[in-house]
């Protein structure tokens, strides 16, 4: 598998763009090289999302993952990061092969409730994940919008550091 | 609503457009000054130098107060940086994850192709 992959061109990497639609929602949208079938696939059986979900640059593992993507299955997840473990779990409130889930983040009340679409374009795919979260307070505690404060001088000072350099 | 994000940053981008402006942040970064010191500074004349400020302040990068005779300002920096930077952040999370989901929509078109050819044979 991973020779063929090699010997092909590698194609263009699809844009992924981001949105804060207000102040408790942010979407996500990609286009995938394949049908809709196959990337909803991709997001249901376990063998496959575990794959993906989790990639090496988050610096994480994911140890287990069960997903039970049927309207009203449960899934949980575990992360590992340096010995310690973190879970994350909740409930499909709608799953609606190859075109639309919706799952439940209790492991927080803060947590969001995550829609994701699956749109056919002629054998590719739009997918747009949709995060609504119960309040802006709660997609702020949820993001450390208001810890990270103190962190915004530095990143003042390198954004001048970049447009001084650029001069 | 969809604006919320592209509003705050259009007004963050044009402030950080102008040399002289950029010019005012780095100097607020080291002190904060009066108007009067601005305009010495970037030899302006003081309405140059205001109309400068209230970009600035109105893109949220600065902010002034007015003690007395002398308005002074100083970095004022809001949640805009902060949030584009969360923003930037998030991106690249999906960005890493979508690259994978590539390689494995990538795999299960080619089997469904084998399988595919297999059931034709």
Known sequence: MEARRESEPAPMKNRTTVERKSEREVVVTRIFNGPARLVFEAWTKPELFRQWWVPKSMGMSLLSCELDARTGGRYRLVYGHEGSTMEFHGKYIEVTPHSRLVWTNAESENGAVTTVTFEDKGGKTLLVVHDLYPSKEAFEAEHGMEEAMGETFEQLDDLLVTLGASR | ?121
């Open chain 2, 1 to 121: 609503m969809v604006q919320y994000t592209k509003a705050r940053l259009d007004a963050s981008f044009a402030a950080l457009s102008d040399a002289t402006r950029r010019g005012v942040l780095e100097q607020l970064g080291r002190s904060d000054a009066s108007i009067t010191d601005l305009a010495e500074k970037f030899r302006m004349t003081l309405t140059g130098m205001k109309k400068h400020v209230v970009v600035l302040e109105q893109a949220g990068l600065v902010t002034t107060e007015k003690v007395g005779r002398v308005r002074t300002c100083k970095l004022g920096v809001r949640r805009l940086e902060e949030e584009a930077a969360w923003i930037g952040r998030h991106r690249r999370r999906w960005e890493s994850r979508f690259d994978e989901l590539d390689n494995i929509v990538e795999e299960l078109k080619q089997k469904e192709k084998i399988d595919g050819s297999k059931k034709r044979e």
